[in-house]
């Protein structure tokens, strides 16, 4: 009988999540799923293109709503129509839900919680690497709208306003993806319920009076951001007047909340869930 | 002899007809989803609606009262537009039909039988067209059935003959449309969620794009990008509803058949016994 | 012993998947065996932590497996199921899967490397696992299941979509890590090559322990099949007529160049041709072989009953 070598101490619950971090990036970064997503935030690089070449011709000013517009009120209309209402909760449901649902469906979840790493560990390395990823598409896609739409001499003065958009859109994709995660960990069928959430609970909620909005992820992150919200059709109308900002410093704390309770909760989801695979 | 003992022989049945067999992955498709509560209980409510129709006629063909509640053509246009939700449910539950075929390698084994791609793909089509039908064709045509009978005469109908071909062109648009996309997006892939995700998001996504290209280029043209308002347009133009239309019927029908060739094109590519792995 | 339940039961809503499973798992290799439905699998993914008992307790190398994760430094998995990271390549998943157990990058790189010689997958290593045949995509679960040399092997239909050939090398390979001290837990359906790598099993069937132990003790306790002894002979009746007189003789079939006789005593049946093999009264006994002394009439015998 050989001598068994000392084996290194099983990772923390940190060092597990990094590890497992590294090991979903690449899988994450280079899916096709992404590869769809990098299409879609491709789509408002491409409208804002659209945008510099037709003003660069000289042709008549560009209108919105009839009233002549520059390129920051039309960058300030696609973060709220692109990304703020569409994109970021998206995406959030759409790799937050699948988080661990895909690794099930695929059957590779027995190798990772067979090994000396806790089960929450595995959705928090998951979580970055969805964070990671989402980020590396999203936010230069607002960059390179931004320097489309944006005439270089207004830069210095929107540059605050524009920062403060990719604080808020992180901030978003960490709240949606977390609470996603939550709801894919503890849901059978998390995708319909983070539908349901984002195209109608979210929905409805924002156009009720009173404080009822305030149990909705879109009401902070709205809450950020320093457009005018655009008014085009009618429950965006309703929005914007039954709308009341909270201060950005509670909207950031009610955001950080919200990633850190799913995330906790999602953990002790995942840590007394059995995952039987389908054979 | 008993059929132990009997050798290897043909068969000497009967044989459906070549070109039947589609039926059978239909039936299939068609009872599984009839299997499952949750479609059995979206089926049923997509009926509410119906039902809620069916009084408004009898109450405006009962009582003076209720004459502002008359039959017209913009009761059939709403009666479709609000199936919209369960007709984007139903398609959205066929969002398995090629993805779990790929995923358990099924394609192959299909295609070994004497079953055409033509075959295959009608089959995968027919159910989610069914139910979608089922759900808006079949009891948008009750509801004239039903108009007939509690008005007692034909005369509405007569007056109102476009309504029929109506009828029949959106529900046929709509189901085609939404079916061929989603079979379409389903051979891409072999996971039905990413599938269903893909569906949802293209689907909201045209349409939050044709409103910031509106805003911005004041043109309607763009509709031509967004299957909702596309359909919305081809609606309005079928039943002859008042207004401004962002574009002309004819320009709507060729770009909702340019969808559903796209899809056809997608659908001849990926429907392939063997998949090369690079 | 480096698994032992106590009145282990798991239910699936209305189906039992494992009913009322007491066992010990001994060091050394261990064959798992059952019917397809029997609930060998649930009995795998009990003892891998992946399921939590209904009733019952189940402790792996002394400790409950549910929730520890800790265990699984000294536990390496082969998992039935044909699922993997297509993208990545052989020595990039063993390498990542490897580092899940707290080796730094280059300690975690030196285990893969070594175990994917071991499982002779070296020259494709640096594949894509997508790219690889059945066998090899099996030798590579192999792989990452041993890279961190783990005190025990569970192996879930290991030799699966392997050709002969490497059958018989992993089999090989399995009784060497056994030799080296790793005890093995593996399930199978091919029971020769059980049979070749361990005479000691647990078998289950309809959710129950049918049996555990040594295949040839089980053999002797199953009272109600008689055994089954091939002599051959060219004195066929000489012998016959000896063995008649026997009490415990139930039958004698004449074979061409032999007998086969049914016994219900067979200690004492062996004696007694042992002594006419000595006598030679009746000429040379030229060999005695039992042929249902084995895996493949055991399993036959408690899993038709």
């Not at chain 2, 070549?18 to 059995?40: D, E, M, N, P």
Request: with cysteine; proline share 5%; net charge positive.
């Amino acid at each position: 009988m050989t001598t068994r070598p000392a084996l290194p101490a099983p990772p923390t619950f940190a060092t597990g999540a990094v590890r497992v971090f590294g090991l979903s990036l690449g899988e994450m970064l280079w899916s096709r799923r992404t590869v769809f997503l990098m299409l879609v935030t491709g789509v408002p690089v491409f409208v804002a293109l659209v945008f510099r070449i037709v003003q660069s011709t000289g042709v008549a000013p560009l209108r919105v709503n009839s009233a002549p517009v520059d390129g920051g009120a039309i960058f300030g209309m696609m973060i709220w129509v692109f990304f703020l209402r569409f994109i970021v909760p998206v995406l959030g449901v759409f790799y937050g839900t699948a988080l661990l649902a895909d690794e099930v469906e695929d059957r590779t979840i027995t190798y990772l919680f067979t090994r000396p790493i806790r089960r929450g560990a595995v959705l928090m390395g998951k979580y970055l690497a969805y964070l990671v990823s989402t980020s590396l598409v999203v936010l230069p896609s607002v960059v390179l709208v931004y320097f489309l739409l944006v005439p270089l001499g207004q830069v210095a003065r929107t540059f605050t306003a524009f920062a403060a958009d990719l604080g808020l859109l992180a901030l978003g994709l960490a709240a949606y993806g977390a609470l996603f995660a939550l709801v894919g960990a503890a849901l059978k069928r998390p995708l319909v319920s983070g539908l349901v959430f984002v195209f109608g609970w979210e929905q409805i909620a924002l156009i009720v009076p009173g404080y009822v909005k305030r149990f909705t992820v879109a009401h902070y992150v709205q809450g950020l951001v320093p457009h005018a919200m655009p008014s085009d059709g009618v429950a965006a109308v309703l929005q914007s007047v039954l709308r009341d900002n909270p201060p950005a410093l509670v909207c950031i704390l009610a955001l950080a909340g919200v990633v850190a309770v799913s995330l906790w909760l999602g953990v002790r989801a995942v840590e007394s869930r059995e995952y039987v695979l389908d054979q | 002899m008993p059929i132990h003992d009997q050798g290897y022989r043909h068969y000497a049945g009967r044989r459906r007809p070549h070109g039947t067999a589609w039926w059978v992955i239909a039936r299939q498709q068609i009872r599984t989803v009839l299997s499952q509560k949750r479609y059995l209980a979206l089926l049923l409510l997509a009926w509410i609606p119906f039902v809620a129709r069916v009084v408004q006629i009898y109450l405006a063909a009962n009582f003076q009262q209720a004459a502002f509640l008359a039959t017209s053509a913009q009761l059939f246009r709403g009666f479709l537009d609000q199936q919209g939700l369960f007709v984007f449910l139903l398609i959205v539950g066929a969002s398995g039909a090629i993805a779990d075929d790929r995923r358990a390698n099924a394609l192959q084994v299909y295609l070994s039988k004497p079953l055409t791609r033509v075959e295959y793909i009608a089959g995968k089509l027919f159910a989610p067209m069914a139910f979608v039908l089922g759900v808006t064709l079949l009891p948008a045509l009750l509801l004239l059935v039903v108009h007939v009978a509690f008005a007692g005469s034909l005369t509405f109908v007569t007056q109102n003959l476009y309504l029929l071909p109506a009828i029949l062109l959106y529900s046929i648009t709509l189901a085609l449309i939404g079916t061929f996309t989603m079979v379409a997006l389903s051979s891409l892939s072999k996971s039905r969620r990413f599938t269903a995700l893909t569906f949802t998001g293209l689907f909201f996504f045209t349409t939050a794009m044709y409103q910031v290209l509106l805003r911005i280029t004041g043109s309607r043209l763009w509709a031509m990008i967004s299957p909702r308002d596309l359909l919305s347009v081809i609606g309005d133009a079928a039943f002859r509803i008042p207004g401004e239309r962002a574009l002309p019927l004819w320009a709507a029908l060729l770009a909702a058949t340019a969808i559903i060739g796209a899809s056809g094109l997608v659908l001849e590519r990926r429907i392939r016994g063997v998949e090369v792995v690079k | 012993m480096i698994v032992t339940s106590e009145h282990l039961s798991k239910w699936y809503g209305q189906v039992s998947g494992l009913n009322d499973v007491s066992v010990v798992v001994p060091d050394g290799i261990t064959g798992l065996l059952g019917p397809n439905g029997a609930g060998k699998s649930t009995f795998m993914k009990l003892i891998t932590g992946q399921l939590r008992p209904s009733k019952g307790q189940v402790r792996v190398l002394g400790e409950p497996i549910w929730d520890n994760p800790v265990l699984y430094q000294r536990i390496g998995f082969c998992p039935e199921q044909d699922a993997f990271y297509d993208r990545m390549t052989g020595r990039e998943w063993v390498t990542a899967l490897a580092g899940l157990h707290g080796f730094d990058e280059r300690a975690a790189a030196d285990a893969a490397a070594r175990a994917i010689e071991k499982v002779e997958l070296t020259d494709a290593a640096d594949r894509k696992i997508g790219s690889y045949s059945k066998g090899m995509r099996q030798r590579i679960k192999l792989a990452q299941a041993i890279a961190h040399e783990p005190e025990l092997l569970i192996l879930d239909e290991p030799l699966s979509g392997m050709d002969p050939l490497m059958r018989r090398r992993t089999v090989k390979q399995i009784k060497e890590w056994a030799r080296a001290g790793t005890s093995v837990l593996v399930s199978s359906h091919i029971l020769h090559e059980i049979e070749a790598m361990t005479s000691n099993i647990v078998l289950i069937n309809n959710g129950r322990l049918v049996a555990e132990g040594d295949v040839h003790q089980i053999r002797d306790l199953i009272d109600e099949h008689p055994h089954t002894v091939s002599i051959r002979t060219s004195q066929t009746h000489a012998v016959a007529r000896e063995l008649l007189a026997d009490e415990g003789v139930i039958s004698v079939r004449f074979e061409p160049d032999g007998l086969v006789v049914e016994t219900m005593r067979p200690d004492a049946f062996y004696a007694r041709v042992t002594d006419l093999a000595a006598g030679g009264r009746f000429g040379p006994i030229n060999e005695i072989t039992s042929p249902d002394d084995n895996l493949q009439a055991v399993f036959r015998y408690l899993v038709k009953a």
